[in-house]
């Protein structure tokens, strides 16, 4: 155990993708076949022109040898992200937007050009949208020397942003931790304590008479 | 949004309260009442089958997997805990421990001439003067064989403590001592010296608005001036925003997406 460094604490950020992979979107197929039975549940049947469930892996697994396309989630369309973009800008709390975010707008983006409608724009209010978060846990995160900070707990806040502070935000923690519990609790009786008792016992060391 | 004192620390019964909150359908409030490593132990057993890459739902006897992570509509809450203590093999703790200290011989010692040379006697006279590091000093305070005075960079007079007192954030602390606060807390345990613990404090809260910064927004640049003034605790700090950051922006880049094993690119020794 000694040997296991803070990385095994954090996950990267393709492991994270990979997590993200198993979030529901809908497809359209254009082929047909089957249901299939995986561990995870069953999927399907997919018909032409029917929407399915399906995880985000089948989908871009799908799309790859083109056997349909792929419908982008309803938060990914220009009017729901200026609301949340301008939500995001004037509040100070975190908006809520499904927790793999950045991880899904990133998949689709790669594989799944065509099927999402103005892009360009979309992918634009996202990159806003992430920058005034990351700002915003930038400054946030100021707190933490402000007051006695034993944890932190943050609302609404993406798997991708968590992992990016979370090295950061506990080393720092566990500092000031161990600053805080120095200054709150000066240990000046224990050791002096150890030497009396050691010089006690050197007294007492005296043979028994007999 | 930054909730920062709520208690679970409760000072005497030992058991950590914590309410993981991360979804937000009808689990998903879960309340646990066991201690922090229980959790702590789970969190690794989770952390590892995820690693493993199986695309199974894990279910414990505990809880279902589902809980825990991947699967939500929402974001959930996200809690920081300091949960890693130091450990025994701790490299830094035991560098920490290297800082000489200044202490005085309380008795005539034999065979430490080392300390204090000025004959072939080979030994110390009682009051002598002498540096040497903090383990051995330890030890020997412990056993009342010598006393320690503080470094003078801890010395209530002297002029390290105005100059953190008026900017903490430019003070050189690397020079003074590389592990500043890791040492400080120990000699502060040790011989009980109550002015250190709050001068640390003062010290790395300044200090941390600074790395905080730079760790974060200055990507790939590195503040060569900035860094130089840093311990290495804040070294370590540092390392850890910027390298994450660093990753994730690799990551948003692109480039392969598979990687090859090592094993595939070889070509087959052809056969004579």
Same mark, same amino acid.
């Given at each position: 155990?000694?040997?296991?460094?803070?990385n095994s604490v954090a996950f990267s950020a393709a492991e994270l993708e990979f997590l993200a992979e198993d979030e529901m979107i809908e497809i359209v197929p254009n082929m047909r076949m089957?249901?299939?039975?995986?561990?995870?549940?069953?999927?399907?049947?997919?018909?032409?022109?029917?929407?399915?469930?399906?995880?985000?892996?089948?989908?871009?697994?799908?799309?790859?040898?083109?056997?349909?396309?792929?419908?982008?989630?309803?938060?990914?369309?220009?009017?729901?992200?200026?609301?949340?973009?301008?939500?995001?800008?004037?509040?100070?709390?975190?908006?809520?937007?499904?927790?793999?975010?950045?991880?899904?707008?990133?998949?689709?983006?790669?594989?799944?050009?065509?099927?999402?409608?103005?892009?360009?724009?979309?992918?634009?209010?996202?990159?806003?949208?992430?920058?005034?978060?990351?700002?915003?846990?930038?400054?946030?995160?100021?707190?933490?020397?402000?007051?006695?900070?034993?944890?932190?707990?943050?609302?609404?806040?993406?798997?991708?942003?968590?992992?990016?502070?979370?090295?950061?935000?506990?080393?720092?923690?566990?500092?000031?931790?161990?600053?805080?519990?120095?200054?709150?609790?000066?240990?000046?009786?224990?050791?002096?304590?150890?030497?009396?008792?050691?010089?006690?016992?050197?007294?007492?060391?005296?043979?028994?008479?007999? | 949004?930054?909730?920062?004192?709520?208690?679970?620390?409760?000072?005497?019964?030992?058991?950590? =309260?914590?309410? /993981?909150?991360?979804?937000? +359908?009808?689990?998903?409030?879960? %309340? &646990?009442?066991?201690? !922090?490593?229980?959790?702590?132990?789970?969190?690794?057993?989770?952390?590892?089958?995820?690693?493993?890459?199986?695309?199974?739902?894990?279910?414990?006897?505990?809880?279902?997997?589902?809980?825990?992570?991947?699967?939500?509509?929402?974001?959930?809450?996200?809690?920081?805990?300091?949960?890693?203590?130091?450990?025994?093999?701790?490299?830094?703790?035991?560098?920490?421990?290297?800082?000489?200290?200044?202490?005085?011989?309380?008795?005539?010692?034999?065979?430490?001439?080392?300390?204090?040379?000025?004959?072939?006697?080979?030994?110390?006279?009682?009051?002598?003067?002498?540096?040497?590091?903090?383990?051995?000093?330890? =030890?020997?305070? /412990?056993?009342?064989?010598? +006393?320690?005075?503080?470094?003078? %960079? &801890?010395?209530?007079? !002297?002029?390290?403590?105005?100059?953190?007192?008026?900017?903490?954030?430019?003070?050189?602390?690397?020079?003074?001592?590389?592990?500043?606060?890791?040492?400080?807390?120990?000699?502060?345990?040790?011989?009980?010296?109550?002015?250190?613990?709050?001068?640390?404090?003062?010290?790395?809260?300044?200090?941390?608005?600074?790395?905080?910064?730079?760790?974060?927004?200055?990507?790939?640049?590195?503040?060569?001036?900035?860094?130089?003034?840093?311990t290495k605790e804040e070294t370590k700090l540092y390392e850890a925003g910027q390298s994450s950051t660093a990753a994730f922006k690799k990551w948003r880049m692109g480039g392969p997406r598979?990687?090859?094993?090592?094993?595939?690119?070889?070509?087959?020794?052809?056969?004579?």
């Open positions: 155990m000694a040997s296991q460094s803070d089957e249901p299939l039975n995986l561990i995870s549940g069953d999927f399907g049947p997919f018909r032409p022109q029917i929407a399915a469930q399906v995880p985000l892996w089948l989908a871009v697994a799908l799309k790859k040898r083109g056997k349909c396309t792929i419908r982008p989630p309803e938060w990914m369309s220009i009017e729901k992200l200026t609301q949340v973009l301008e939500a995001e800008r004037d509040s100070e709390k975190f908006q809520l937007l499904p927790f793999h975010y950045v991880e899904i707008s990133r998949l689709l983006f790669d594989h799944a050009r065509e099927d999402i409608p103005d892009i360009y724009m979309v992918r634009s209010l996202i990159e806003d949208i992430k920058d005034v978060r990351f700002h915003k846990i930038g400054t946030g995160l100021e707190i933490i020397s402000k007051e006695v900070t034993y944890a932190l707990r943050l609302k609404n806040l993406s798997a991708m942003e968590a992992n990016i502070v979370r090295p950061f935000v506990t080393k720092a923690l566990q500092t000031f931790h161990k600053l805080n519990t120095m200054e709150a609790i000066p240990e000046s009786g224990s050791i002096p304590n150890r030497q009396r008792q050691a010089v006690n016992q050197r007294d007492k060391r005296v043979l028994k008479g007999r | 949004m930054w909730e920062t004192n709520f208690n679970i620390f409760p000072k005497h019964t030992g058991m950590n =309260e914590i309410r /993981v909150k991360l979804k937000g +359908s009808m689990y998903k409030f879960l %309340y &646990f009442n066991i201690s !922090a490593i229980f959790i702590s132990i789970f969190l690794k057993i989770y952390i590892f089958a995820q690693k493993w890459r199986v695309r199974v739902s894990i279910s414990f006897s505990l809880f279902h997997s589902e809980h825990l992570a991947s699967r939500s509509e929402d974001c959930g809450e996200v809690l920081f805990l300091p949960l890693k203590m130091t450990s025994y093999y701790d490299i830094d703790d035991i560098l920490a421990e290297e800082e000489m200290v200044p202490a005085v011989f309380l008795q005539t010692a034999n065979e430490v001439g080392i300390f204090d040379c000025a004959d072939d006697t080979n030994k110390v006279e009682a009051g002598t003067h002498v540096e040497m590091p903090f383990w051995l000093a330890q =030890e020997l305070y /412990v056993r009342q064989a010598v +006393s320690i005075k503080v470094p003078p %960079y &801890f010395d209530t007079k !002297a002029k390290t403590r105005n100059e953190i007192g008026a900017d903490a954030a430019h003070v050189d602390l690397r020079s003074l001592c590389p592990y500043f606060y890791d040492f400080g807390c120990k000699i502060a345990r040790l011989i009980g010296e109550k002015t250190i613990g709050p001068l640390l404090l003062v010290a790395f809260r300044t200090r941390y608005r600074e790395v905080l910064i730079k760790a974060h927004t200055a990507a790939s640049i590195v503040a060569p001036k900035h860094l130089s003034l840093l598979l990687q090859k094993a090592s094993v595939l690119g070889r070509k087959r020794k052809p056969v004579e």
